[in-house]
């Protein structure tokens, strides 16, 4: 089954910088568009940046300036490295790819189970 895995979250001080990834695997035919959405405590889940397979990356007016969107095609990763950070970019942060798996013909959102990011002094 297709999965994609997050790691890099943690606790970070004001101003400080941390990188998130994201690796799918899986039966994975192809990856179109990769990205990030985060959910800080009691607000909605909200886009925070995108990246398509051509390498076109859009960012939230929260996070532009301060993050930046890659992806590694060949080990089928997207990063999100974050800096400047402030109190108010506090929360879990999740993964998303659009993937088509070998066993059908058409592309699918898949989600990882997001990791925390705290930022706190």
């Known amino acids: 089954q297709v999965q994609l895995v997050e790691s890099g979250g943690g606790l970070v001080q004001p101003g400080g910088s941390l990188r998130l990834s994201c690796a799918a695997s899986?039966?994975?035919?192809?990856?179109?568009?990769l990205g990030w959405y985060r959910q800080a405590p009691g607000k909605g889940r909200e886009l925070v940046a995108t990246?398509?397979?051509?390498?076109?990356?859009t960012y939230s007016d929260s996070v532009k300036g301060r993050f930046t969107i890659s992806r590694d095609n060949a080990k089928n990763t997207v990063l999100l490295q974050m800096s400047y950070l402030d109190r108010d970019d506090t929360a879990v942060y999740y993964c998303?790819?659009?993937?088509?798996?070998?066993?059908?013909?058409?592309?699918?959102?898949?989600w990882g189970q997001g990791t925390e990011v705290a930022v706190s002094s």
């Open positions: 998303y790819a659009l993937i088509r798996p070998h066993t059908d013909t058409t592309y699918y959102t898949f």
């Open positions: 990246i398509t397979s051509g390498g076109t990356t």
């Open positions: 899986g039966s994975i035919f192809d990856i179109n568009a």
